[in-house]
């Protein structure tokens, strides 16, 4: 099928009827990212979990650079499909899958994928394994504790962004928002547009909120300027 992009409608259409190999290329160079990103946090000479007896200085700016691209690529990536996802299903379906498909994954991760994770970490702290399992079902939050979802923070952000989502999405796919939409595909259709306006609202945003919120614990809570972000 051909794609043309001539109306905001046009564009739904061909999202919903064919597969967007292009998403399936950044979905590709964003895992490739993660994975150099995460080596390298052993490397780089910023505080992590676990450290290689010998770091580089040079890292630093790799990580810099790449943390900036990372989530934000990612993230692109997961609204577009959501996005898509609702256009195929009714409200209360799209909920129900995004419970089925984060939700249940999250909880089963912060259960059986995290806590080696944390185990490592403090191993000459405990006897066994199971000696330290036990502390995770004290629900006392890392790093006090050993409950924690760790590096599955994006899953939790997920699912609340797509639950939060959920009205304005509904809003997008009625015909009540054709002229909001036509308002957004012009000012994002040129090049000066896409960049400064994505930018300038990210910007407003991290300036308001950042004095306030201004570590990234990855919490949920008390984060306001890395989720809003």
């Known amino acids: 099928m051909k794609t043309t992009l001539s109306t905001p409608t046009s564009v739904i259409h061909d999202v919903n009827s064919s597969r967007r190999h ?3 290329w950044l979905r590709f160079i964003a895992i490739v990212i993660l994975l150099f990103f995460h080596t390298g946090m052993l490397f780089n000479p910023w505080d992590w979990h ?3 007896n010998e770091t580089s200085e040079s890292f630093r700016y790799w990580m810099v650079w790449l943390h900036f691209w990372r989530m934000p690529l ?3 990536i997961s609204g577009a499909g959501t996005y898509m996802a609702l256009g195929k299903r009714t409200p209360g379906q799209f909920a129900k899958e995004r419970f089925t498909r984060l939700f249940i994954p999250l909880v089963f991760g912060m259960f059986v994928v995290v806590p080696p994770q944390i185990y490592y970490e403090h191993i000459k702290d405990y006897g066994s394994y199971w000696d330290f399992y036990k502390t995770v079902f004290e629900f006392i939050p890392y790093p006090a504790g050993s409950f924690s979802w760790h590096h599955l923070w994006f899953i939790a952000y997920l699912f ?3 639950l939060i ?3 304005l999405l509904i809003f997008l796919r009625s015909s009540k928002s054709q002229r909001f939409k036509e308002l ?7 090049p000066a547009g896409i960049l ?3 930018a300038a609202f990210i910007l407003v945003t991290k300036i308001i909120l950042s004095p306030y919120f201004p570590e990234e ?4 809570i008390d984060v306001w300027g890395f989720f809003i972000f």
């Open 74 to 76: 990612l993230l692109f």
């Open 165 to 167: 989502a959920i009205p």
């Open 196 to 198: 400064f306006i994505p």
């Open 22 to 24: 292009d998403l399936d």
């Open 160 to 162: 609340v962004y797509s």
């Open 217 to 220: 614990t990855h919490a949920l």
């Open 184 to 190: 957004i595909f012009k000012l994002l259709s040129s």
């Open 50 to 52: 676990i450290k290689n």
